[in-house]
C-alpha cells in the first residue's frame, strides 16, 4: 500500500481492502492519522455522503442478567451501582422514545437484559413497538433482547421491528475469556435468525478488553460475515464491580485507527461511534464523524453520555446533517434554547419557594434537577488518581423519575 489515498481509491473502484491493509492502519502512527481519517472520509462521503444517523437508547429492563460477560455492569455478579428495574410499562416505554425522537434520533434501539426473551417478553415488546410506530410511524425500531428462540425475530419483524441488534462483542479466539455461559457461536445464531426473518442485522464489536490488533482484524471479518448492516463500535467502559474494571488500554487516537480499519474493511456499512467514546475518544470525537456515520445520542444503558447539545454541536461543527431532520443546526439550537429556559426557570425560584409537587426549591437543587424535572448538565465522567476514567452511573431517564439526557 503506497498510501492511505491510493487504498482509499481502490476500495472506491471495487477491490475489497484486505486483513493485511488492516493490519498497516491498525499499526500506523500517530503522524500519519489525519491522512488517514481523510482517506477513510472518502469512503464515508461516498455511502453516507454528509449525514449523520442519530440513534437513541431506551434500556426496558435494566440489571439482574444470568450472563457473566465480563465487561457488563448487568452482568452475573456485577457488583456496579447502576439501576435496576423489571420491565418498563408501555406507556413509559413509548414516552421514553419519544425524548429520543425529539432529539433528533430517527432510530429507536430497544434494550432489555437477560439471556433472551421469552415469547411473552416478545409480545411485550411487540406492543410496545406498534404503539410506537402507531404515533411515529417514519421511525425506525431496533430491538436488542438478547439471544432469540425460532420464530421470535418473525413475530418482531410483524410488529414492525425494522432491525435486530446482537453484537459479536469480540474476535472468536478471545471469546472464551469474555464470556462463559454462551458461546460466539450463539451469538452468530441470532444474528443469522434476525437476517433470516427480514430484520436488519445490526451487529458490532467492543474494543479495549485486551484484544490484539490481529484480534479486532478477525472480529470485523466476523461481522462481514454475518452480512452486518449496522456496526456499532462500543469502547470499553471498565465499571467498578466487573471483572474488567480498570482496564484501560486504548488512546484516542488508536479509537480512530479501529474505527478505520472497520471502514475501510466495511465501507458501505452504517458505523456507529457507540458506548464509551466519551471516555476513549474525548477530544477526537468531532474528528471520528469523518470516518463513522452515526451514534447514540445522550445516555446508554446504564452509564451517561455528554450533554446532548454537545452531541448536536459535533454534527453542526462538523458540517454534518442528521438523518431525518431538516436542519441540524436549527434542531441543535431549539435545545439549546430549550434547556436554557428550563434553567432560566429554575434560577427565578426563590430558596423558600415551593414547587407544585410540594418539594422546595432547595431540594430541588440538592437533587439536581430544573423544575420540571429535568437533570441540569453534568460534568460527565472524572478520572482517579490512576487517571483511568470512572464511568458516571446513570441516574436518569427509563426507570427513574427523571427525564433523559434529550
Known amino acids: 500500500m503506497d498510501s492511505y489515498q491510493s487504498l482509499a481509491e481502490r476500495v472506491l473502484a471495487g477491490d475489497p481492502a484486505t486483513a493485511s491493509d488492516a493490519r498497516t492502519i491498525l499499526s500506523s502512527s500517530d503522524e500519519d492519522l489525519l491522512?488517514?481519517?481523510?482517506?477513510?472520509?472518502?469512503l464515508r462521503r461516498e455511502h453516507f455522503g454528509n449525514r449523520v444517523k442519530v440513534n437513541y437508547l431506551v434500556n426496558l429492563k435494566s440489571g439482574l442478567c444470568p450472563e457473566d460477560c465480563g465487561y457488563c455492569s448487568q452482568?452475573?455478579?456485577?457488583?456496579?451501582?447502576?439501576?435496576?428495574?423489571?420491565?418498563?410499562?408501555?406507556?413509559?416505554a413509548k414516552r421514553q422514545a419519544e425524548f429520543g425522537l425529539a432529539g433528533g434520533a430517527s432510530r429507536?434501539?430497544?434494550?432489555?437484559?437477560?439471556r433472551g426473551p421469552s415469547n411473552r417478553d416478545v409480545e411485550r415488546v411487540s406492543g410496545m413497538v406498534e404503539e410506537i410506530k402507531t404515533s411515529s410511524p417514519d421511525v425506525e425500531v431496533c430491538a436488542c433482547l438478547g439471544f432469540l428462540k425460532d420464530g421470535q425475530a418473525q413475530r418482531l419483524k410483524d410488529a414492525g421491528v425494522d432491525a435486530y441488534n446482537h453484537n459479536l462483542n469480540t474476535a472468536e479466539s478471545l471469546y472464551p475469556d469474555i464470556c462463559t455461559t454462551h458461546t460466539f457461536a450463539d451469538r452468530v445464531d441470532t444474528v443469522d435468525k434476525a437476517r433470516g426473518a427480514g430484520l436488519s442485522p445490526c451487529s458490532g464489536l467492543i474494543v479495549g478488553m485486551?484484544?490484539?490488533?490481529?484480534?479486532?482484524?478477525?472480529?470485523?471479518?466476523?461481522?462481514?460475515?454475518?452480512?452486518s448492516d449496522s456496526i456499532p463500535v462500543n469502547f470499553l467502559i471498565p465499571f467498578d464491580g466487573t471483572p474488567l474494571e480498570g482496564t484501560w488500554t486504548l488512546t484516542p487516537q488508536h479509537c480512530l485507527r479501529i474505527l478505520c480499519a472497520v471502514r475501510f474493511l466495511c465501507p458501505d456499512r452504517e458505523l456507529r461511534i457507540a458506548g464509551?467514546?466519551?471516555?476513549?475518544?474525548?477530544?477526537?470525537?468531532?474528528?471520528?464523524?469523518?470516518?463513522?456515520n452515526s451514534l447514540f445520542l445522550g445516555d446508554y444503558l446504564t452509564s451517561e453520555g455528554q450533554a446532548a447539545e454537545e452531541d448536536l454541536d459535533m454534527i453542526v461543527d462538523g458540517g454534518f446533517e442528521i438523518v431525518g431532520a431538516e436542519s441540524a443546526e436549527r434542531l441543535r439550537d431549539e435545545l439549546k434554547a430549550h434547556r436554557a429556559a428550563h434553567q432560566a426557570a429554575f434560577a427565578e425560584v426563590a430558596p423558600g419557594d415551593m414547587?407544585?409537587?410540594?418539594?422546595?426549591?432547595?431540594?430541588?437543587?440538592?437533587?439536581?434537577?430544573?423544575?420540571?424535572?429535568?437533570?441540569?448538565?453534568?460534568?460527565?465522567?472524572?478520572?482517579?488518581?490512576?487517571?483511568?476514567?470512572?464511568?458516571?452511573?446513570?441516574?436518569?431517564?427509563?426507570?427513574?423519575?427523571?427525564?433523559?439526557n434529550v
Do not use: F, N
Not at 455478579?77 to 428495574?85: P, V
Open 35 to 42: 491522512d488517514l481519517v481523510a482517506a477513510a472520509s472518502r
Open 75 to 92: 452482568r452475573l455478579g456485577s457488583e456496579a451501582d447502576i439501576l435496576k428495574y423489571s420491565w418498563l410499562p408501555k406507556d413509559e
Open 108 to 114: 429507536v434501539c430497544l434494550v432489555a437484559s437477560g
Open 210 to 227: 485486551g484484544e490484539t490488533d490481529e484480534q479486532i482484524i478477525e472480529a470485523i471479518e466476523s461481522l462481514k460475515a454475518v452480512d
Open 276 to 292: 464509551g467514546r466519551e471516555m476513549h475518544l474525548r477530544t477526537l470525537q468531532p474528528l471520528s464523524l469523518h470516518v463513522a
Open 355 to 404: 414547587k407544585s409537587d410540594g418539594t422546595s426549591a432547595e431540594a430541588a437543587k440538592t437533587a439536581s434537577t430544573l423544575p420540571c424535572g429535568k437533570p441540569l448538565p453534568t460534568a460527565g465522567q472524572e478520572a482517579d488518581d490512576s487517571g483511568v476514567m470512572i464511568p458516571t452511573i446513570r441516574r436518569r431517564g427509563a426507570g427513574t423519575e427523571l427525564t433523559p
